[in-house]
């Protein structure tokens, strides 16, 4: 064994060595005043993203079971294309005679809900059905997206896929960082807009088993750690935030809001896409106990109510400039039923609930279309 352990030891020397001389060279580099070195930089606006062609089955921690009373604990598969969309379970089609794109949060990716039953594929068969076409839906839902990562995303990821119509649902996530931070452009690392591409490059032993676990073993990584630590806590990203009063900046939250959602509007209308906005089903309701929970968790505790009055604004913000931009809107939040039997947590579907929205949103579109 002992040979082994030499060829160890010379491979990290190795790697080392390699990037010291790196270093070294980056050094030079800069003094020579090397203007796409410059340019290069560190930093980067990148889409936040799944990453690509992977297969997963996905079991709900405990914790998050804890916090949930309408989700049944099993696995549920995730599979990711070749452009980091979650894949529907419907048969593949050739030609496309229209592609419709989901955008969003977790509340669009729905991860916990069966494939067949999550809304954009249920949307996908039943306009295949009803058109009688070739429908294609984009599932770019991501855990944590706002409305300004949606934005990102449609520009960078979702234009190239040539939609015909792009529908937005944002809400949660957007409430999370402007009740916390005050703005889209202050945020914990996971969340930012800026990607800082130095610390991920440095040689840090954390850094290298991670490089190692998203090349070589990500999917079984994604199988064994809920396995092996199911009550493990998932750590607070907006923990240096809290203590912070949710109603203390409110109507300049209403206001950077809704110039994000008349900015995903202005831009795919340049673009030639039709957008639909769409509010955000959900449970927050001082009277369900599953929501005071919630609001505890999320560093509200004593705040419920005024975290309902202002996440009830901001659905009332997305009605207000789907009205004055003349967008279509599709009302969630007045067609789900607020209970358990559709909405296991406080924002997210369950399968009858997704199907439900599913149903809601394919009737929208027939309607749209025949106007």
């Not at 452009?185 to 990607?195: E, G, N, Y």
């Not at 206001?255 to 994000?260: C, L, R, V, Y």
Request: aromatic share 8%; with cysteine.
């Amino acid at each position: 064994m002992s040979w082994i352990k030499s060829i160890l030891v010379f491979l990290f020397l190795s790697l080392c060595t390699l990037k010291v001389a790196d270093l070294a060279f980056y050094a030079v580099l800069q003094s020579d005043g090397n203007w796409d070195e410059l340019r290069s930089g560190k930093r980067n606006i990148q889409p936040r993203e799944h990453d690509p062609n992977q297969d997963v089955n996905i079991l709900p921690g405990d914790l998050y079971m804890e916090q949930t009373d309408g989700l049944i604990k099993k696995e549920y598969k995730i599979s990711i294309d070749e452009n980091g969309f979650i894949r529907n379970s419907n048969p593949p089609i050739t030609t496309e005679d229209m592609t419709i794109a989901f955008i969003g949060g977790s509340t669009t990716e729905t991860i916990y809900v069966d494939e067949k039953n999550r809304f954009p594929s249920v949307v996908e068969r039943q306009l295949r059905n009803k058109l009688s076409k070739n429908i294609r839906t984009i599932n770019a839902g991501v855990s944590g997206n706002n409305s300004l990562h949606s934005l990102l995303n449609f520009l960078a990821k979702i234009l190239p896929q040539n939609p015909d119509i792009a529908i937005l649902m944002n809400n949660i996530n957007d409430f999370a960082q402007l009740s916390k931070t005050g703005s889209y452009w202050i945020a914990p690392s996971s969340r930012s807009l800026i990607t800082n591409t130095e610390n991920s490059q440095q040689l840090t032993l954390n850094g290298i088993l991670r490089h190692i676990k998203n090349l070589m073993i990500p999917n079984l990584y994604n199988y064994i750690k809920p396995r092996l630590f199911p009550g493990l806590v998932i750590s607070d990203e907006f923990s240096e935030y809290r203590d912070k009063r949710v109603n203390e900046n409110s109507s300049k939250i209403l206001t950077m809001f809704e110039s994000s959602l008349k900015s995903f509007v202005e831009v795919c209308n340049a673009w030639g896409v039709k957008p639909i906005l769409m509010t955000q089903f959900n449970r927050i309701n001082i009277n369900d106990p599953l929501y005071i929970s919630w609001i505890t968790e999320m560093g509200f505790p004593n705040e419920a109510k005024d975290v309902e009055i202002l996440y009830s604004a901001m659905n009332e913000v997305v009605r207000k400039v789907a009205a004055e931009t003349n967008t279509d809107l599709i009302d969630l939040a007045n067609q789900v039923p607020r209970t358990s039997d559709f909405i296991y947590d406080v924002v997210h579907v369950n399968d009858k609930g997704s199907r439900l929205v599913g149903d809601i949103i394919s009737k929208k579109i027939v309607e749209i279309l025949g106007n």
